[in-house]
């Protein structure tokens, strides 16, 4: 599991790239929330209009995109585990103060 401090465009292809050397590969598609990192704009169709960083990483991987609609939950069925507060999380409440010393412990438990 990787984690960011922040929902940033490097976080986001930092992301996809460990996922990828994770999983030994990359899949045929990905569901997305409508994340402001990959849709610029939602047409009055629903079509997405993807932002030029989310567009490259697709044509360098070649997987294609699949979006919730927004407002539907039910979109991703069960794809989302129960969120748990506290048990193995971080949060704003958690005892950890360094940012690096929580990658660190979360990179050690793998």
């Known amino acids: ?3 960011y401090p922040a929902e940033t465009t490097e976080a986001f292809c930092d992301g ?4 990828f050397g994770f999983f030994g590969g990359v899949p045929k598609s990905i569901l997305y929330d409508n994340t402001k990192l990959a849709v ?3 047409l009055g169709d629903g079509t ?3 932002t030029r960083v989310f567009s490259e990483l ?3 991987y070649l997987f294609a995109d699949r979006f919730g609609r927004p407002g539907k939950g039910n979109d991703k069925g069960k794809s989302l585990p129960p969120r748990r507060r506290g048990s193995k999380g971080w949060s704003a409440g958690s005892a950890e103060t ?3 010393r929580y990658r660190g ?3 050690s438990r793998r």
């Not at 996809?16 to 996922?19: E, Q, S, V």
Request: proline share 0%; hydrophobic share 35%; with cysteine.
């Open 1 to 3: 599991m990787q984690a």
């Open 48 to 50: 997405r209009q993807r």
């Open 105 to 107: 412990r979360r990179a």
């Open 98 to 100: 360094s940012w690096c």
């Open 58 to 60: 697709q044509s360098h």
């Open 16 to 19: 996809h790239n460990a996922a």
């Open 40 to 42: 610029a704009r939602i």
